[in-house]
């Protein structure tokens, strides 16, 4: 029997640690994919497996972020619905603020100061604030401009530029011009109208701007027996001459603006007078 604290047991011990720890050690022989254990197919399959892991996050990784879509807006919406668009419209520019014509100097519908060297333009029905990009049809050139007014007042008009805006345009010598104009943001970058604008600043019908006092008050007296509530507004023509601007009614709704301006159109249609839709302000 052999004694734990014997030294030939001792020796015989350590002979036999010093050969587990070299079994312990020793790499293991390859090993065929499909033979030996479960535990040698898996240290044979992990290393390799890692690297296919890592090998795709790198990929993953450095692989260029997918852009960012940008909602568009409709034309009488604020919402980031997918169906949204701009503001967009056609038709005939002019422009304002030249020598003489008395506009320079002068509060606009927004309550500022006129300045023709200024980025703004007139606009009937859009919201005061609006940012707007212009395209002169006829040469290309494009410029931003910011609603402060309201106007034109001429009929088959639909925009009335600074003069800093119509000369970036290209058309001070002729005086008007096709344009195509879009809502944009303050960036320039296409979007929306609010909607809650039409509640904080209702359509209005202009039926006509009279300087004749008499005048105004005998066709105030016949709207209001058919149409109510009868506005008149202060403004200027140009060359100076002040006027009073004759409106009807308050509405929220855009079809509903429509239909009172058929109505007087109907009424009025033998006295020259075409009624138009634009803003309380």
């Known amino acids: ?16 640690w010093i050969h587990e720890i070299h ?15 479960v535990l040698r197919l898996m240290r044979w399959s992990t290393p390799r497996v890692a690297t296919l892991v890592a090998l795709s996050f790198t990929l993953h990784c450095t692989r260029p972020p997918a852009p960012l879509s940008r909602p568009t807006h409709g034309p009488r919406g604020g919402s980031a619905a ?18 003489g014509d008395g506009f320079a100097g002068r509060p606009t519908a927004s309550g500022e100061i006129f300045d023709p060297e200024q980025y703004t333009c007139a606009h009937r029905t859009l919201p005061l604030g609006t940012f707007v990009e212009v395209e002169n049809l006829e040469n290309l050139k494009r410029t931003v401009l910011r609603v402060n007014d309201r106007g034109p007042f001429i009929k088959g008009r639909v925009l009335d530029l600074s ?3 119509a ?14 104009l879009r809502s944009v943001d303050a960036m320039g970058l296409p979007t929306a109208l609010d909607p809650s604008v039409d509640r904080t600043d209702p359509f209005v019908v202009q039926v006509a701007a009279l300087s004749n006092p008499q005048n105004i008050e005998s066709l ?13 507004q202060g403004a200027t023509r140009r060359g100076g001459q002040p006027v009073k ?7 929220t709704s855009r079809q509903d603006a429509e239909q009172a301006a058929e109505q007087l159109a109907k009424l009025l249609k033998d006295r020259g007078v075409e009624p ?6």
């Open 1 to 16: 029997m052999l004694y734990p604290f014997n030294p030939t047991n001792w020796s015989q011990a350590c002979a036999s």
């Open 23 to 37: 079994i312990a050690f020793d790499s293991p022989a390859p090993v065929v994919p499909g033979s030996g254990g």
């Open 82 to 99: 997918a169906d949204a668009q701009p503001y967009v419209e056609e038709g005939l520019a002019s422009w304002y603020g030249g020598d």
């Open 163 to 165: 003069r800093r805006g």
């Open 167 to 180: 000369q970036d345009l290209a058309f001070l010598g002729r005086g008007t011009t096709h344009i195509r």
């Open 220 to 232: 105030t007296r016949e709207l209001e027996n058919t149409f109510g509530v009868v506005t008149l």
């Open 245 to 251: 601007r004759v409106r009807v009614g308050s509405y």
């Open 276 to 281: 138009f839709i634009t803003r309380q302000r």
